[in-house]
Protein backbone atom coordinates (compact mmCIF):
# COMPACT_ATOMS: atom_id res chain seq x y z
CA UNK A 1 0.00 0.00 0.00
CA UNK A 2 1.36 3.66 -0.89
CA UNK A 3 2.19 6.10 2.04
CA UNK A 4 0.94 9.50 3.05
CA UNK A 5 4.34 11.22 4.32
CA UNK A 6 3.51 13.77 7.23
CA UNK A 7 5.65 16.20 8.58
CA UNK A 8 4.36 18.65 11.43
CA UNK A 9 5.80 21.71 12.11
CA UNK A 10 5.86 22.64 16.11
CA UNK A 11 4.97 19.74 18.77
CA UNK A 12 3.41 21.79 21.19
CA UNK A 13 -0.52 21.74 22.04
CA UNK A 14 -1.86 21.15 18.42
CA UNK A 15 1.40 19.52 16.68
CA UNK A 16 1.86 16.58 19.58
CA UNK A 17 -1.94 16.64 19.50
CA UNK A 18 -1.96 15.88 15.27
CA UNK A 19 0.29 13.61 15.87
CA UNK A 20 -1.12 11.37 18.58
CA UNK A 21 -4.30 11.55 16.50
CA UNK A 22 -2.74 10.48 13.19
CA UNK A 23 -1.35 7.11 15.35
CA UNK A 24 -4.81 6.54 16.78
CA UNK A 25 -6.84 7.06 13.97
CA UNK A 26 -4.72 5.32 11.67
CA UNK A 27 -6.97 2.48 10.64
CA UNK A 28 -9.83 5.21 9.67
CA UNK A 29 -7.63 7.82 7.73
CA UNK A 30 -6.24 4.41 5.63
CA UNK A 31 -10.32 3.31 5.14
CA UNK A 32 -11.49 6.83 3.94
CA UNK A 33 -7.66 7.46 2.13
CA UNK A 34 -6.80 4.04 0.92
CA UNK A 35 -3.34 5.04 1.60
CA UNK A 36 -1.36 4.95 4.69
CA UNK A 37 -1.26 8.21 6.76
CA UNK A 38 2.74 8.04 8.18
CA UNK A 39 4.32 10.80 9.88
CA UNK A 40 7.81 11.29 7.98
CA UNK A 41 9.28 14.25 10.52
CA UNK A 42 9.18 16.24 13.16
CA UNK A 43 10.26 20.05 13.16
CA UNK A 44 10.81 21.78 17.00
CA UNK A 45 12.89 24.45 18.16
CA UNK A 46 14.61 22.71 21.41
CA UNK A 47 16.50 19.54 20.67
CA UNK A 48 16.89 18.76 24.54
CA UNK A 49 13.42 18.58 25.05
CA UNK A 50 12.09 14.92 25.90
CA UNK A 51 9.13 14.50 23.64
CA UNK A 52 7.24 10.85 23.09
CA UNK A 53 7.87 10.43 19.07
CA UNK A 54 8.68 7.18 17.38
CA UNK A 55 11.75 5.68 16.33
CA UNK A 56 11.94 6.30 12.59
CA UNK A 57 10.41 10.03 12.82
CA UNK A 58 13.42 12.71 12.01
CA UNK A 59 13.23 15.20 14.97
CA UNK A 60 15.07 18.24 13.44
CA UNK A 61 15.18 22.02 14.13
CA UNK A 62 16.62 22.34 10.49
CA UNK A 63 13.57 22.89 8.04
CA UNK A 64 16.32 22.01 4.90
CA UNK A 65 16.58 18.65 6.08
CA UNK A 66 12.62 18.07 6.18
CA UNK A 67 12.59 19.86 2.54
CA UNK A 68 15.49 17.11 1.56
CA UNK A 69 13.41 14.09 2.70
CA UNK A 70 12.61 11.64 -0.83
CA UNK A 71 9.51 11.62 -0.26
CA UNK A 72 6.99 14.69 1.56
CA UNK A 73 3.43 14.69 0.75
CA UNK A 74 1.78 16.87 3.46
CA UNK A 75 3.71 19.84 5.68
CA UNK A 76 0.99 20.48 8.77
CA UNK A 77 2.32 23.61 10.59
CA UNK A 78 1.34 24.17 14.23
CA UNK A 79 4.21 26.52 15.29
CA UNK A 80 3.73 30.56 16.78
CA UNK A 81 4.67 33.75 15.07
CA UNK A 82 4.40 34.93 11.41
CA UNK A 83 7.92 33.90 10.82
CA UNK A 84 9.94 31.63 10.27
CA UNK A 85 6.48 30.16 9.37
CA UNK A 86 5.41 32.18 6.22
CA UNK A 87 8.89 31.35 4.64
CA UNK A 88 8.91 27.84 5.32
CA UNK A 89 5.50 27.16 4.21
CA UNK A 90 6.45 29.14 1.13
CA UNK A 91 9.23 26.83 0.38
CA UNK A 92 6.94 23.53 0.76
CA UNK A 93 4.64 24.82 -1.17
CA UNK A 94 7.28 25.04 -4.12
CA UNK A 95 8.46 22.01 -3.00
CA UNK A 96 4.94 20.58 -4.21
CA UNK A 97 3.50 19.99 -0.53
CA UNK A 98 -0.24 20.18 0.87
CA UNK A 99 -0.21 22.65 3.90
CA UNK A 100 -2.51 22.49 6.45
CA UNK A 101 -1.80 25.44 9.36
CA UNK A 102 -3.11 26.09 12.78
CA UNK A 103 -1.32 29.42 12.57
CA UNK A 104 -3.89 32.41 12.62
CA UNK A 105 -1.71 35.47 12.86
CA UNK A 106 0.34 34.08 10.04
CA UNK A 107 -2.74 33.17 8.06
CA UNK A 108 -4.29 36.14 8.10
CA UNK A 109 -0.99 38.35 7.52
CA UNK A 110 -0.06 36.10 4.37
CA UNK A 111 -3.22 33.87 3.63
CA UNK A 112 -4.02 35.51 0.26
CA UNK A 113 -0.25 34.94 -0.91
CA UNK A 114 0.06 31.42 0.61
CA UNK A 115 -2.94 30.60 -1.54
CA UNK A 116 -2.21 32.01 -4.37
CA UNK A 117 1.14 30.00 -4.41
CA UNK A 118 -0.80 26.79 -3.64
CA UNK A 119 -3.08 27.27 -6.97
CA UNK A 120 0.05 27.76 -9.33
CA UNK A 121 1.93 25.02 -7.61
CA UNK A 122 -1.20 22.92 -7.60
CA UNK A 123 -1.38 22.08 -4.12
CA UNK A 124 -4.09 22.72 -1.87
CA UNK A 125 -3.99 25.07 1.42
CA UNK A 126 -6.24 23.68 4.56
CA UNK A 127 -6.79 26.25 7.25
CA UNK A 128 -9.41 25.01 9.29
CA UNK A 129 -7.57 25.14 12.75
CA UNK A 130 -6.94 28.47 11.89
CA UNK A 131 -10.79 30.06 13.47
CA UNK A 132 -12.74 28.19 16.42
CA UNK A 133 -10.19 25.02 17.19
CA UNK A 134 -12.64 22.17 17.19
CA UNK A 135 -15.74 24.00 15.25
CA UNK A 136 -15.88 23.29 11.33
CA UNK A 137 -16.86 26.55 10.59
CA UNK A 138 -14.35 26.56 7.32
CA UNK A 139 -15.52 23.45 5.61
CA UNK A 140 -19.54 24.43 6.56
CA UNK A 141 -18.72 27.81 4.72
CA UNK A 142 -17.25 25.86 2.19
CA UNK A 143 -20.23 23.42 1.75
CA UNK A 144 -22.64 26.54 2.08
CA UNK A 145 -21.41 28.53 -0.67
CA UNK A 146 -21.50 26.35 -3.14
CA UNK A 147 -25.46 28.06 -3.68
CA UNK A 148 -26.31 30.08 -0.86
CA UNK A 149 -25.44 33.31 -0.27
CA UNK A 150 -23.60 33.95 2.98
CA UNK A 151 -24.52 37.84 4.19
CA UNK A 152 -23.65 37.97 8.12
CA UNK A 153 -21.30 36.05 10.25
CA UNK A 154 -21.03 36.26 14.34
CA UNK A 155 -18.94 34.59 16.29
CA UNK A 156 -17.36 34.01 19.29
CA UNK A 157 -14.26 33.19 18.50
CA UNK A 158 -11.76 33.85 21.45
CA UNK A 159 -11.82 31.20 23.77
CA UNK A 160 -10.17 33.06 26.29
CA UNK A 161 -12.08 35.97 26.54
CA UNK A 162 -15.60 34.29 26.35
CA UNK A 163 -14.02 32.31 29.62
CA UNK A 164 -13.14 35.60 31.50
CA UNK A 165 -16.70 36.85 31.05
CA UNK A 166 -18.09 33.67 32.59
CA UNK A 167 -15.97 33.57 35.53
CA UNK A 168 -16.33 37.51 36.35
CA UNK A 169 -20.47 37.18 36.20
CA UNK A 170 -20.74 33.48 37.75
CA UNK A 171 -18.06 33.84 40.49
CA UNK A 172 -18.70 37.84 40.45
CA UNK A 173 -14.61 38.24 40.06
CA UNK A 174 -12.65 41.47 38.77
CA UNK A 175 -11.52 40.94 35.22
CA UNK A 176 -7.77 40.56 37.09
CA UNK A 177 -9.16 37.51 39.37
CA UNK A 178 -10.58 36.53 36.25
CA UNK A 179 -7.40 36.72 33.71
CA UNK A 180 -5.58 35.33 36.45
CA UNK A 181 -7.44 32.12 36.87
CA UNK A 182 -7.97 31.91 33.28
CA UNK A 183 -3.69 31.66 33.05
CA UNK A 184 -3.86 29.34 36.05
CA UNK A 185 -6.31 26.75 33.40
CA UNK A 186 -4.06 27.43 31.00
CA UNK A 187 -6.60 29.06 28.67
CA UNK A 188 -4.32 32.74 29.02
CA UNK A 189 -0.92 32.69 28.14
CA UNK A 190 1.41 34.85 30.37
CA UNK A 191 0.96 38.03 27.92
CA UNK A 192 -2.71 37.54 27.52
CA UNK A 193 -2.78 40.92 25.30
CA UNK A 194 -3.49 38.94 21.94
CA UNK A 195 -6.80 37.27 23.64
CA UNK A 196 -8.12 39.88 25.76
CA UNK A 197 -7.36 43.32 23.39
CA UNK A 198 -8.98 41.08 20.81
CA UNK A 199 -6.44 40.73 17.96
CA UNK A 200 -6.72 37.17 18.16
CA UNK A 201 -10.74 37.18 17.48
CA UNK A 202 -9.85 40.16 14.53
CA UNK A 203 -7.26 37.55 12.62
CA UNK A 204 -10.22 35.26 12.32
CA UNK A 205 -12.73 37.60 11.31
CA UNK A 206 -10.16 38.73 8.46
CA UNK A 207 -10.08 34.92 7.33
CA UNK A 208 -13.59 34.70 7.74
CA UNK A 209 -14.29 37.46 5.79
CA UNK A 210 -11.92 36.09 2.76
CA UNK A 211 -13.64 32.81 2.99
CA UNK A 212 -16.92 33.94 2.76
CA UNK A 213 -16.81 37.21 0.55
CA UNK A 214 -13.70 36.43 -1.41
CA UNK A 215 -12.42 39.69 -0.05
CA UNK A 216 -11.44 41.18 3.54
CA UNK A 217 -12.49 44.77 4.59
CA UNK A 218 -9.67 47.21 4.87
CA UNK A 219 -8.30 47.00 8.01
CA UNK A 220 -8.21 49.98 9.36
CA UNK A 221 -11.55 50.23 9.37
CA UNK A 222 -12.41 47.30 11.48
CA UNK A 223 -13.55 48.45 14.97
CA UNK A 224 -11.62 46.17 17.44
CA UNK A 225 -12.61 46.65 20.87
CA UNK A 226 -11.12 43.84 23.59
CA UNK A 227 -12.45 43.35 27.13
CA UNK A 228 -10.39 44.98 29.51
CA UNK A 229 -12.87 47.83 29.89
CA UNK A 230 -16.00 45.65 31.10
CA UNK A 231 -16.10 45.87 34.88
CA UNK A 232 -17.41 43.78 37.44
CA UNK A 233 -20.04 46.19 38.02
CA UNK A 234 -21.35 46.59 34.49
CA UNK A 235 -21.60 43.05 34.16
CA UNK A 236 -24.07 43.08 37.50
CA UNK A 237 -26.08 45.54 35.89
CA UNK A 238 -26.24 43.52 32.25
CA UNK A 239 -27.17 40.43 34.40
CA UNK A 240 -30.48 42.14 36.12
CA UNK A 241 -31.45 43.84 32.97
CA UNK A 242 -31.62 39.57 31.37
CA UNK A 243 -28.57 40.61 29.01
CA UNK A 244 -25.03 39.13 29.58
CA UNK A 245 -21.61 40.23 27.99
CA UNK A 246 -19.91 38.52 25.21
CA UNK A 247 -16.89 39.34 22.89
CA UNK A 248 -18.20 39.13 19.08
CA UNK A 249 -17.08 39.53 16.15
CA UNK A 250 -18.97 40.23 13.46
CA UNK A 251 -18.92 40.52 9.41
CA UNK A 252 -21.77 42.16 7.16
CA UNK A 253 -22.31 42.38 3.65
CA UNK A 254 -24.24 45.89 3.38
CA UNK A 255 -24.28 47.77 0.38
CA UNK A 256 -21.50 46.35 -1.69
CA UNK A 257 -19.21 46.81 1.55
CA UNK A 258 -17.93 44.84 4.34
CA UNK A 259 -18.74 45.85 7.78
CA UNK A 260 -16.96 44.21 10.45
CA UNK A 261 -16.01 44.37 13.95
CA UNK A 262 -14.86 43.07 17.13
CA UNK A 263 -15.90 44.50 20.14
CA UNK A 264 -18.27 43.64 23.27
CA UNK A 265 -21.55 43.54 22.88
CA UNK A 266 -24.71 42.42 25.15
CA UNK A 267 -26.74 39.77 24.07
CA UNK A 268 -30.66 38.46 25.62
CA UNK A 269 -31.50 35.09 26.56
CA UNK A 270 -33.04 34.91 23.00
CA UNK A 271 -29.88 35.34 21.37
CA UNK A 272 -28.12 31.61 20.47
CA UNK A 273 -24.59 33.18 22.20
CA UNK A 274 -26.41 34.03 25.07
CA UNK A 275 -25.84 30.66 26.48
CA UNK A 276 -22.23 30.14 24.80
CA UNK A 277 -20.08 29.98 28.62
CA UNK A 278 -16.49 29.67 29.58
CA UNK A 279 -14.20 28.37 26.61
CA UNK A 280 -16.38 27.56 24.03
CA UNK A 281 -16.69 29.29 20.68
CA UNK A 282 -20.21 29.54 18.55
CA UNK A 283 -20.07 31.22 14.63
CA UNK A 284 -23.64 32.29 13.26
CA UNK A 285 -23.94 32.29 9.59
CA UNK A 286 -26.95 33.59 8.13
CA UNK A 287 -27.06 32.98 4.44
CA UNK A 288 -30.13 33.51 1.78
CA UNK A 289 -31.57 29.80 1.29
CA UNK A 290 -31.05 28.42 4.83
CA UNK A 291 -30.85 31.48 7.01
CA UNK A 292 -29.50 31.26 10.41
CA UNK A 293 -27.59 28.27 11.53
CA UNK A 294 -25.61 28.17 14.56
CA UNK A 295 -22.24 25.95 15.51
CA UNK A 296 -20.83 26.00 18.82
CA UNK A 297 -18.59 23.65 20.32
CA UNK A 298 -14.55 23.95 21.66
CA UNK A 299 -12.76 26.64 20.16
CA UNK A 300 -8.93 25.60 21.17
CA UNK A 301 -7.58 22.23 23.15
CA UNK A 302 -4.85 19.66 22.16
CA UNK A 303 -7.74 17.26 20.44
CA UNK A 304 -10.27 19.46 18.77
CA UNK A 305 -8.00 21.51 17.00
CA UNK A 306 -6.03 18.28 15.87
CA UNK A 307 -9.78 17.24 14.75
CA UNK A 308 -9.85 20.74 12.44
CA UNK A 309 -6.29 19.82 11.41
CA UNK A 310 -7.18 15.94 10.44
CA UNK A 311 -10.50 16.60 8.32
CA UNK A 312 -8.61 19.34 6.35
CA UNK A 313 -5.63 16.17 5.97
CA UNK A 314 -8.32 14.44 4.00
CA UNK A 315 -9.47 17.07 2.28
CA UNK A 316 -6.26 18.23 1.29
CA UNK A 317 -5.97 14.71 -0.26
CA UNK A 318 -8.99 14.54 -1.70
CA UNK A 319 -9.52 17.77 -3.43
CA UNK A 320 -8.40 19.24 -6.23
CA UNK A 321 -6.80 22.29 -5.78
CA UNK A 322 -9.49 24.83 -6.63
CA UNK A 323 -8.56 29.05 -7.50
CA UNK A 324 -8.24 31.16 -4.80
CA UNK A 325 -9.14 33.97 -6.89
CA UNK A 326 -13.12 32.60 -6.92
CA UNK A 327 -14.68 34.97 -5.19
CA UNK A 328 -17.89 33.65 -3.62
CA UNK A 329 -21.49 34.60 -4.69
CA UNK A 330 -22.95 37.01 -2.10
CA UNK A 331 -25.65 39.31 -1.74
CA UNK A 332 -26.47 42.43 0.78
CA UNK A 333 -28.21 41.65 3.82
CA UNK A 334 -31.43 43.42 3.60
CA UNK A 335 -31.45 47.04 5.39
CA UNK A 336 -35.32 46.99 6.53
CA UNK A 337 -33.66 44.44 9.08
CA UNK A 338 -32.98 48.06 10.75
CA UNK A 339 -34.44 51.03 8.67
CA UNK A 340 -32.95 54.07 10.88
CA UNK A 341 -29.91 52.60 11.29
CA UNK A 342 -30.80 52.92 15.21
CA UNK A 343 -29.40 50.39 17.57
CA UNK A 344 -29.82 49.77 21.18
CA UNK A 345 -27.45 50.06 23.76
CA UNK A 346 -26.61 50.49 27.29
CA UNK A 347 -25.20 53.19 28.24
CA UNK A 348 -23.55 54.71 31.58
CA UNK A 349 -21.64 57.83 32.77
CA UNK A 350 -24.55 60.28 31.51
CA UNK A 351 -27.36 62.66 32.86
CA UNK A 352 -30.42 62.53 31.67
CA UNK A 353 -30.13 66.68 30.31
CA UNK A 354 -27.78 64.96 28.13
CA UNK A 355 -29.75 62.96 26.00
CA UNK A 356 -30.62 64.31 22.49
CA UNK A 357 -33.87 64.42 21.00
CA UNK A 358 -32.51 61.98 18.20
CA UNK A 359 -31.81 59.77 20.90
CA UNK A 360 -34.90 57.45 21.97
CA UNK A 361 -35.03 56.87 25.55
CA UNK A 362 -36.39 53.55 26.42
CA UNK A 363 -35.26 53.21 30.21
CA UNK A 364 -32.97 54.23 32.68
CA UNK A 365 -31.83 51.20 34.50
CA UNK A 366 -30.27 53.26 37.38
CA UNK A 367 -28.90 56.72 37.88
CA UNK A 368 -26.54 57.55 34.57
CA UNK A 369 -27.45 54.25 32.99
CA UNK A 370 -29.85 53.66 30.36
CA UNK A 371 -30.96 51.82 27.65
CA UNK A 372 -31.37 53.69 24.66
CA UNK A 373 -31.65 53.70 21.03
CA UNK A 374 -29.52 55.47 18.87
CA UNK A 375 -27.35 55.37 15.38
CA UNK A 376 -24.08 54.42 16.03
CA UNK A 377 -23.09 58.38 14.91
CA UNK A 378 -24.92 59.40 18.14
CA UNK A 379 -23.84 57.67 20.33
CA UNK A 380 -20.51 57.96 19.21
CA UNK A 381 -20.81 61.78 19.48
CA UNK A 382 -22.36 62.04 22.98
CA UNK A 383 -19.02 59.91 23.85
CA UNK A 384 -17.39 62.73 22.21
CA UNK A 385 -18.65 65.11 24.61
CA UNK A 386 -18.74 63.35 27.78
CA UNK A 387 -15.96 61.74 28.39
CA UNK A 388 -17.21 59.51 31.60
CA UNK A 389 -19.70 57.89 29.09
CA UNK A 390 -19.47 54.17 28.02
CA UNK A 391 -21.48 52.24 25.33
CA UNK A 392 -22.14 48.74 24.64
CA UNK A 393 -24.32 47.49 22.16
CA UNK A 394 -27.45 45.21 22.82
CA UNK A 395 -27.80 42.88 19.55
CA UNK A 396 -31.31 41.77 18.86
CA UNK A 397 -34.49 42.65 20.48
CA UNK A 398 -34.05 44.08 23.47
CA UNK A 399 -37.74 43.40 26.14
CA UNK A 400 -37.85 45.38 28.66
CA UNK A 401 -37.93 42.92 31.87
CA UNK A 402 -36.63 44.58 34.77
CA UNK A 403 -36.02 42.51 37.87
CA UNK A 404 -36.95 43.86 41.39
CA UNK A 405 -33.75 44.98 42.64
CA UNK A 406 -33.33 47.64 39.22
CA UNK A 407 -37.13 49.13 39.98
CA UNK A 408 -36.33 49.84 43.52
CA UNK A 409 -33.12 51.68 42.32
CA UNK A 410 -34.58 54.27 40.54
N1 LIG B 1 -3.38 25.76 21.44
C1 LIG B 1 -4.54 25.78 20.82
O1 LIG B 1 -5.57 25.33 21.35
C2 LIG B 1 -4.62 26.34 19.41
C3 LIG B 1 -5.85 26.31 18.74
C4 LIG B 1 -5.93 26.78 17.42
C5 LIG B 1 -4.79 27.29 16.81
N2 LIG B 1 -3.60 27.35 17.51
C6 LIG B 1 -2.42 27.89 16.81
O2 LIG B 1 -1.54 26.79 16.57
C7 LIG B 1 -0.19 27.22 16.65
C8 LIG B 1 0.55 26.37 17.69
O3 LIG B 1 -0.06 26.55 18.95
P1 LIG B 1 0.37 25.68 20.22
O4 LIG B 1 -0.61 26.02 21.28
O5 LIG B 1 0.56 24.25 19.84
O6 LIG B 1 1.78 26.32 20.56
P2 LIG B 1 2.88 25.77 21.59
O7 LIG B 1 2.28 24.78 22.52
O8 LIG B 1 3.57 26.96 22.14
O9 LIG B 1 3.90 24.98 20.63
C9 LIG B 1 4.65 25.63 19.65
C10 LIG B 1 5.60 24.61 19.04
O10 LIG B 1 6.30 25.24 17.96
C11 LIG B 1 7.69 25.03 18.10
N3 LIG B 1 8.38 26.20 17.55
C12 LIG B 1 8.18 27.51 17.89
N4 LIG B 1 8.94 28.31 17.13
C13 LIG B 1 9.63 27.49 16.30
C14 LIG B 1 10.60 27.70 15.28
N5 LIG B 1 11.00 28.93 14.95
N6 LIG B 1 11.09 26.61 14.64
C15 LIG B 1 10.69 25.38 14.96
N7 LIG B 1 9.79 25.10 15.91
C16 LIG B 1 9.27 26.16 16.56
C17 LIG B 1 7.94 24.85 19.59
O11 LIG B 1 9.13 24.10 19.73
P3 LIG B 1 9.72 23.61 21.17
O12 LIG B 1 8.77 22.53 21.61
O13 LIG B 1 11.06 23.11 20.87
O14 LIG B 1 9.67 24.82 22.05
C18 LIG B 1 6.68 24.08 20.00
O15 LIG B 1 6.85 22.69 19.80
C19 LIG B 1 -0.24 28.71 17.01
O16 LIG B 1 -0.09 29.46 15.84
C20 LIG B 1 -1.62 28.90 17.61
O17 LIG B 1 -2.12 30.21 17.41
C21 LIG B 1 -3.51 26.88 18.79
Partial sequence: MSVIKVAILGFGTVGEGVYRTIQSHADELTAVLG??????AVLIK?????REIREGVLVTNNFAEILELPQLDIVVEAIVDKEPTFTFLKKAIERGCHIITANKEMFAHHGKELLNLAEENHVTLGFEATVAGGIPVI???RQLLKINRVQQIQGILNGTSNFILTEMRVKKQ???ESLLSAQVNGYAEADPTNDVEGYDAFYKTMILSRIAFGEEPNWQDVEREGITS???ELIETAEKLGLRFKHIASLTRAGGSIKASVKPVLVGNE???YHVEGVENAVNVFSDIVGRITLQGPGAGMYPTASAVIEDLVYVCQSKPVKSSAT???TSISESEN???KETWLVYGLAKKQLSTSILWIEQVSDGTYIIQATKKDVAQLASQYNALGYYPILGEYKVEMKDEVLTAL
Wanted: charged share 20%; net charge positive; aromatic share 6%.
Fill in 35 to 40: KKVEVA
Fill in 46 to 50: NKHKE
Fill in 139 to 141: QTL
Fill in 174 to 176: SFA
Fill in 230 to 232: ITS
Fill in 271 to 273: HPF
Fill in 328 to 330: PTS
Fill in 339 to 341: PQG
